[in-house]
């Protein structure tokens, strides 16, 4: 059974547990942070995606994403850097208050670090916000009971070389696949709101390690 993830009882146990690593994570340096929005689309708790504008530089451009950039020496900390960067992308202002922790921070190819930052943004209908066309393509909502069924689960073997290396989970049949950092950090957040719902049976390393 999903639990009440939106319940102030559920918002108080996450709060709870991501105490330690908020404390720990927020001050320290990184090279981005993104918002993980955690919403309710007509009253069902959903997680809040972008999908990067074809338009952008790099290889992430067209992929699923979520909302945040590149740490500004002008931000705070990491926190400040996800809401500033979510305000800039779909202009939806996220108070500090709604901030509800620190998640495991994830690690991209060039070992840069990139810490997710987890908030209850409330109601939300995804049609009504306005995307910057310059860095968003689209805006869509993935319902928590969607990412937790089993038929809608994957995982990806990456090799080098002829040899395994590390799995990661990919989200299948929505609007978009969503994979790579962002599937890992959809993990981690699916692991701290449905403890005992959420089974990962990934095989080996979660992710490659800096």
């Known amino acids: 059974m ?3 993830c939106l319940s102030a ?4 146990r996450c709060r709870r547990l991501l105490a330690g690593a908020t404390a720990r994570l927020r001050a320290r340096p990184a090279a981005a942070a993104v918002l993980v929005p955690l919403c309710s689309v007509h009253g069902v708790p959903a997680l809040l995606y972008t999908l990067r ?5 790099g290889r992430h451009k067209g992929d699923v994403s979520f909302p945040g950039g590149k740490c500004d020496p002008a931000d705070r900390d990491v926190v400040h850097t996800a809401l500033r960067e979510t305000q800039e992308e779909l202009g939806l202002a996220v108070p500090e208050e709604k901030v509800w922790g620190v998640l495991r921070p994830v690690h991209d190819r060039e070992k840069a670090t990139v810490v997710p930052v987890l908030a209850g943004v409330g109601p939300l209908d995804p049609q009504s916000l306005r995307p910057n066309p310059e860095e968003v393509d689209e ?24 040899h395994f290396q590390y799995t990661l989970p990919v989200f299948l049949h929505g609007p978009h696949r969503v994979w790579g950092l962002t599937a890992v950090i959809t993990e981690f957040t699916l692991k701290l709101l449905a403890p005992g719902v959420y089974q990962p049976r990934l095989a080996g390393p979660e992710l490659p390690r800096g």
């Not at 504008?53 to 530089?57: G, V």
């Not at 909502?141 to 809608?152: I, K, S």
């Open 2 to 4: 999903l639990p009440d």
């Open 9 to 12: 009882e559920g918002e108080q």
């Open 53 to 57: 504008s074809s338009r952008l530089a």
């Open 139 to 162: 805006v869509f909502a993935l319902p928590l009971a969607h990412l937790l069924q089993e038929q809608n689960q994957g995982y990806t073997h990456f090799c080098h070389g002829g």
